[in-house]
């Protein structure tokens, strides 16, 4: 059984970083999936994608309000792909979701929560002014 865990999440003051790390497990290899995420959900919003990476070529999707800011990043052989989050603001605050997609790449908009199959339990982020 496939399973992503979320972990880095806390309580930071604006302009602080933190780096969350999703673990997964229970799948063949590394190779795996062919897409993994970070999205988040803000208090009474909708889950939007913050970063996202296919895991077998070098193309990324960040959203405008973290670009600059945020930086995914993956290690296949420890299974992890992680979320540096620098000069953290109020909005950022959020749960912040991993997630993993096994889908033809051709299929997968890595904006589009709805192209990920694989999701873990969430990671919260609370930043304060």
């Known amino acids: 059984q496939v399973q992503l865990v979320e972990s880095g999440g806390g309580s930071v003051q604006a302009g602080g970083s933190l780096t969350l790390a999703c673990t997964t497990s229970?799948?063949?290899?590394?190779?795996?999936?062919?897409?993994m995420g970070w999205f988040r959900q803000a208090s009474g919003r909708e889950r939007e994608a913050v970063a996202a990476?296919?895991?077998?070529?070098?193309?990324?999707y960040y959203a405008n309000s973290v670009k600059g800011r945020f930086t995914i990043s993956q290690d296949n052989a420890k299974r992890t792909v992680y979320l540096q989050m620098n000069t953290l603001q109020p909005e950022d605050t959020a749960m912040y979701y991993c997630?993993?997609?096994?889908?033809?790449?051709?299929?997968?908009?890595?904006?589009?929560?709805?192209?990920?199959?694989?999701w873990g339990q969430g990671t919260q982020v609370t930043i304060s002014s």
């Open positions: 997630a993993a997609s096994d889908k033809g790449r051709l299929n997968i908009r890595l904006y589009d929560p709805s192209d990920y199959n694989y």
């Open positions: 229970g799948h063949t290899s590394s190779a795996y999936f062919v897409a």
């Open positions: 990476a296919y895991t077998d070529v070098p193309a990324t």
